[in-house]
């Protein structure tokens, strides 16, 4: 059944209504200042079509992993104040998620006002896997845009989350995907449904528990699958290696070493790694070959070689989707091999190939690596959504919208 769009909703008219909008403002912090703000730019062609057409907009999001009680560390202050700068007008912080302050600042909003409650998962029912305390918090969320109120999902960083701000408020008020996430599922659709070959898929990250799904789900469908980060130590000691004191998930050797014998002929690992002797920036590291990595060293990062190789096999894609940065880029260091790949993707984005980088880290890595966003295709906003819709699974914030 197809979703009902922001589009839809602009037709049927918004002026003077109260509009709940979950938008994905989860950004990278230090301290207060926002160091990657594209989320919050990512939010504002939704936000700025119903404000233009005069509705009451109130907006809830969330911000880290708070324990379900107001902590001031994950207020979304610093988010107010970049988001009222972006749309170049006042907007208004409520102090509660659904208290007497959110209450009487969404009575007295007019047409075109903007009202950011405070960050959703202090209030514990959010991400309650209890559904009569879910749908309590949603029916609070709906009293704050009155009868007539409609909710728009433009937080596509959650949707695969059965919570009461994406999921359960979307039952009980007339529901429009945002611009945000209409988009993305459209690009996920070129992923998926409507893929050109050559087809590659370049994997990085920390644990490879995390992306076995997707792997099993890509691996017969790629002609090339490109892994690296810290993942790769334990398909590497799935080969018999030694990773010396690198990243390694014991637990998953075997699994690793079954995907190795199936799907062999698409999986690229890398063949040297920079290795340090301990993880910090300013950390002793030397460049060794894959089956050389000392006994008390830690691979950091892929080597020079891994990234021409890595380089050669993506030159000739037309197709491809990248999740998780390929070394610890955080430190400048261990960021050559990230760069690298990222570079890699971008020059057949050049040559007319559709590239998609996969949110999170990726993103992240795109940014502090100094890249223009325009070296791809597209950026997605949503690491783990993305992830778990190339998968196949079904994700409850999707889902529910067309109902």
């Known amino acids: 059944m197809p979703v009902a769009t922001l589009k839809d909703l602009l037709e049927e008219g918004v002026s003077g209504r109260g509009v709940l909008v979950r938008s994905d403002f989860n950004v990278p912090l230090d301290g207060s200042t926002i160091t990657d703000p594209g989320r919050i730019l990512a939010s504002l062609p939704t936000l700025n079509a119903l404000i233009d057409a005069g509705a009451k907009v109130i907006i809830t999001a969330h911000l880290g992993r708070p324990k379900g009680e107001p902590d001031p560390k994950f ?11 972006e749309l170049g007008r006042n907007l208004q912080l409520a102090g509660d998620v659904v208290g007497s302050d959110a ?6 909003l007019t047409d075109g006002d903007v009202l950011l409650l405070e960050n959703i998962r202090f209030d514990p029912r959010e991400t309650s896997k209890d559904e009569a305390e879910r749908e309590s918090l949603a029916k609070a969320l709906v009293e704050l ?5 409609a ?4 937080g596509f960083g959650v949707v695969h989350r059965k919570q009461a701000s994406v999921y359960d408020v979307a039952k009980l008020l007339p529901h429009y995907a945002g611009n945000l996430v209409a988009a993305e599922v459209e690009v996920l659709a070129k992923l998926t449904d409507e893929v050109e070959r050559p087809y590659a898929v370049v994997l990085g990250g920390s644990k490879v528990s995390d992306k076995l799904g997707v792997i099993e789900s890509l691996a017969p469908k790629v002609d090339t699958l490109v892994i690296g980060g810290g993942m790769a130590f334990t398909f590497l000691a799935a080969q018999g290696l030694s990773v010396g004191t690198s990243l390694l998930q014991e637990d998953q050797i075997g699994v690793c070493k079954d995907l190795l014998e199936r799907f062999g002929d698409v999986i690229h690992l890398p063949v040297d790694v920079v290795v340090a002797d301990s993880f910090a920036a300013d950390a002793q590291s030397q460049t060794v070959a894959a089956e050389e990595i000392p006994d008390g060293w830690m691979g950091l990062d892929i080597g020079p070689e891994s990234v021409k190789r890595f ?6 894609a037309k197709t491809i989707f990248w999740n998780g940065p390929s070394g610890v880029f955080e430190f400048e260091k261990f960021a050559a091999g990230t760069r690298g790949v990222a ?14 980088v996969g949110g999170g880290d990726s993103a992240a ?3 502090t690596l100094g890249l223009p966003d325009s070296d791809f295709s597209h950026i997605s906003t949503g690491g783990g959504a993305s992830l778990e819709y190339l998968e196949g699974k079904e994700l409850p914030g999707l889902k529910v919208l067309e109902s």
């Open 75 to 85: 207020s979304l202050a610093p988010v107010a104040a970049r988001l009222s700068e």
């Open 103 to 108: 209450l009487a600042r969404a009575e007295g």
């Open 151 to 154: 909710f728009v999902s433009d």
């Open 365 to 367: 890595a795109v940014r």
């Open 145 to 149: 845009v009155g009868d007539d109120g």
């Open 343 to 356: 570079e890699a993707i971008a020059a057949t984005t050049a040559g007319g190939a559709f590239t998609v």
């Open 311 to 316: 380089t050669a096999v993506l030159s000739g």
